[in-house]
């Protein structure tokens, strides 16, 4: 079993819609979770960042996190075809490196 | 901000050659790390280092090796480079404790 799971998409959805991106991860020591987003032919950058049960906002961004049901998503609103990249999840595994699943792809049509 | 830079944008190498992937950051950070990204499997953690002169590997050390001399200095040192191992190699770094990790612009190896 991977550690760090992913839907490896193309999630589509329309502009002004909410994607929905999700992450679900086998340790349940992890303490630490991160979104990623990722341009074609780019470095990773971060966008989100969740240590805590529930939801954490940032601008058009949520992170949740369920800790007993091991799962991590990403809600993007009003989406915008800027965010068409591919959004990776990463996971601590207690060895001070990130464990990363191996990313959604996002379609944001207009 | 933080800037990790990666000395080589596209590089070309033949089967057998020691292949040297640099990287140096500028905010003395304690950890650093190499993964490699390929299509389909995401980015997989190869070595790590959270010290001068310390290395941990990571999931894939096998035909790596690593240096870190100084603290802003991770070199990633392909001994006898294989066609598997074409792909986009990427340096990171982060503080201390501090997991949030800054990625270095990347390095596309071809090995032919």
């Known amino acids: 079993q991977k550690e760090v799971e992913q839907n490896s998409g193309p999630l589509s959805v329309p502009e002004g819609a909410i994607a929905s991106l999700n992450c679900t991860y086998s340790?349940?020591?992890?303490?630490?979770f991160f979104w990623y987003r990722q341009y074609s032919g780019k470095s990773p950058e971060l966008i989100m960042f969740?240590?805590?049960?529930g939801d954490k906002e940032d601008g058009r961004f949520t992170a949740q996190l369920n800790k007993a049901s091991q799962y991590v998503s990403l809600l993007i609103r009003d989406s915008q075809p800027s965010d068409s990249a591919t959004y990776l999840c990463?996971?601590?595994?207690?060895?001070?490196?990130?464990?990363f699943g191996s990313g959604t792809r996002l379609q944001v049509q207009p | 901000d933080v800037k990790v830079t990666q000395s080589s944008r596209y590089l070309v190498k033949r089967t057998g050659e020691k292949v040297f992937l640099e990287c140096v950051q500028d905010?003395?950070?304690?950890?650093m790390f190499w993964y490699r990204q390929d299509p389909g499997l995401g980015l997989r953690l190869i070595y790590f280092?959270?010290?001068?002169?310390?290395?941990e590997k990571g999931d894939i050390p096998e035909g790596y090796s690593v240096s870190r001399e100084k603290k802003e200095r991770f070199s990633l040192i392909l001994e006898s480079a294989s066609t598997n191992q074409t792909s986009m190699y990427l340096c990171?770094?982060?503080?201390?404790?501090?997991?949030?990790?800054?990625f270095g612009s990347g390095t596309q190896l071809s090995v032919l």
């Open positions: 280092s959270y010290d001068v002169k310390m290395k």
């Open positions: 969740i240590y805590s049960n």
């Open positions: 340790d349940r020591g992890s303490q630490s």
């Open positions: 990171a770094s982060s503080g201390g404790d501090d997991e949030k990790l800054f």
């Open positions: 990463a996971v601590d595994t207690g060895r001070r490196a990130l464990t």
């Open positions: 905010m003395d950070h304690e950890n």
